[in-house]
């Protein structure tokens, strides 16, 4: 708890209005009545006392109904009901002028003579409006105890400032917005018992809160004391401009990818089915290839590059029989639509497709890319139906199964900063063997980070390729995650200030 001789006149001039109003709790308006302080300084000084733990604030919410300003005329003309069934007495009235006639809105019209039908107060024949005879009875007995309602709230009245006997007919207005309800908080302050034995001594001064040249000049600090300050109260938070966690995140990657001396590969978000399927012996009937796990694009064809005709024939035939690689092929007739069909592509991976195919492909070389891939999937804390992907290739002589797992290993201790995480098998129809790199996480479980594996020769030779290559796609929205110990891919997009400001950066 702070010394009150750190305390601002204002939270003083506070605590000494409580301690004369003695035990209780008592609101900001008895306080600045009291205290002859105005209620933001009040309220000022009540949230400074608080922080500090001088007094306790209990905070109530209560209610004011007021007339809603556009309907102040009914208390002058009444309620739109009322007119309608004053002007049935002279005799029937066509709906049609009825509008008119009275000068109300078609709205006010409506409402009124709905009410009414469902009291059996009036008839409507033949276009005409007449009153029954429960609405002659109606008449008589009428007391219009909503207008002594509206009455009484041309000025806001709390709830308890409204007669029982009128309570009944505030929700109807409610609902018909002739009447609104303004909800407010109340404050009510009391001293916290501990303080009250120190605030014998406490008194008021005229103190300098700042030194100014003023000050110096007429040499006023010489009469007058200075305020003292607490130097052990943390200052305020700084939010300072920041580029967002998970942009620096995606930027520092890739710096840390060519410093392993990768190359960093780009292709397009829109893309042929050829790259993002064919290329990568993924058969055309696969189930991954149906309408329900890709988007695929209205303008829903495109054009081979003629320099990749060749290619292409390659992979038809791959496909087809297997073409002079051993293999039998998926057996079933190349679809020449198919492969040009455009979509929003579902894997980086058909950037690495693209970069095998490209005349400044390096062998050896090591490439990856960071991209935006879009599937159709069901939204919850681990999926997204548009997330990125870290997508790399290491092509060369003599490159094994177990050089694959050292870079997953990489991966997971360094990029996902994991303690526990394992290998499984999997399946791709684009590499043999396969592997699966999985990373626990604290209250979740395991979580897939992304497959990797030896591409197949179904894959390398018809693009050109006569070494092999070792290549993974990671869910690079999941690495972030595990990096941060956030359990839900959600927050990575939110545009929660609290959460942007908090989070830290851990590279």
């Keep these: 708890m702070d010394s009150l001789d750190t305390l601002h006149n204002l939270e003083k001039k506070v605590l000494l209005t409580l301690k004369s109003l003695g035990a209780g709790k008592f609101s900001i308006d008895i306080i600045s009545e009291k205290s002859g302080l105005k209620k933001d300084e009040v309220n000022k000084a009540v949230e400074w006392l608080r922080e500090k733990g001088f007094v306790s604030v209990e905070v109530l919410s209560d209610s004011k109904f007021v007339i809603s300003p556009k309907f102040l005329d009914y208390l002058e003309k009444g309620l739109p009901e009322k007119r309608i069934i004053n002007a049935l007495r002279k005799g029937p009235i066509l709906f049609k002028d009825l509008s008119q006639t009275l000068n109300l809105s078609k709205d006010e019209v409506n409402v009124a003579i709905g009410m009414l039908k469902r009291s059996d107060y009036i008839s409507i024949s033949e276009g005409k409006i007449s009153l029954t005879d429960l609405g002659e009875a109606f008449i008589k007995e009428k007391k219009w105890d909503e207008e002594k309602l509206l009455s009484l709230l041309k000025s806001p009245k709390l709830n308890e400032e409204v007669p029982e006997n009128l309570h009944i007919f505030i929700t109807p207005l409610i609902e018909r917005g002739i009447i609104k309800e303004e909800i407010y908080s109340i404050r009510n302050v009391s001293l916290n018992s501990e303080i009250l034995p120190k605030l014998k001594d406490l008194k008021i001064e005229d103190e300098i809160d700042f030194l100014t040249s003023d000050i110096i000049r007429n040499e006023t600090w010489k009469s007058k004391p200075f305020k003292k300050y607490n130097l052990n109260v943390p200052p305020p938070p700084l939010f300072i401009g920041k580029k967002q966690a998970y942009l620096k995140f995606i930027d520092e990657t890739k710096e840390k990818m060519i410093s392993l001396g990768f190359e960093e590969m780009e292709g397009p978000i829109v893309d042929l089915s050829f790259f993002n399927n064919d290329a990568l012996f993924m058969p055309q009937d696969h189930p991954a290839r149906d309408i329900h796990d890709v988007f695929f694009v209205k303008a829903n064809k495109g054009k081979i590059p003629k320099e990749l005709e060749k290619n292409l024939e ?5 496909h087809e029989n297997g073409w002079e690689l051993g293999s039998k092929g998926w057996g079933y007739k190349f679809s020449q639509d198919m492969t040009e069909s455009v979509m929003l592509r579902s894997q980086v991976t058909a950037v690495s497709a693209r970069k095998m195919l490209s005349k400044n492909l390096k062998i ?19 999926h997204l139906i548009e997330f990125n992907q870290l997508e790399g290739i290491i092509l060369g002589e003599d490159l094994a199964f177990k050089d694959l797992l050292g870079i997953l290993k990489v991966f997971a201790e360094e990029l996902c900063g994991a303690k526990k995480y394992k290998f499984i098998p ?38 050109g390729i006569n070494v ?9 929205d999941r690495i972030f995650m595990i990096k941060n110990n956030i359990n839900d891919i959600r927050d990575l997009f939110s545009n929660n200030l609290k959460f942007l400001r908090e989070i830290p950066l851990k590279v």
Excluded: Q
Excluded at 314 to 318: D, N, P, Q, S
Excluded at 430 to 452: H, Q
Excluded at 468 to 476: H, K, Q, T
């Design 364 to 382: 050896p070389g090591k490439y990856f890319a960071i991209g935006r891939v879009f599937r159709p999937d069901v939204i919850d804390w681990k």
């Design 426 to 463: 999997g399946y791709y129809p684009f590499t043999e063997p396969t592997a699966v790199l999985c990373v626990y996480l604290e209250g979740k479980g395991w979580m897939e980070i992304g497959g990797s594996g030896i591409f197949r020769p179904e894959v390398t030779k018809p693009l």
């Design 468 to 476: 092999p290559v070792l290549a993974w796609g990671m869910g690079f």
């Design 314 to 318: 390659y992979v038809r035939k791959t």
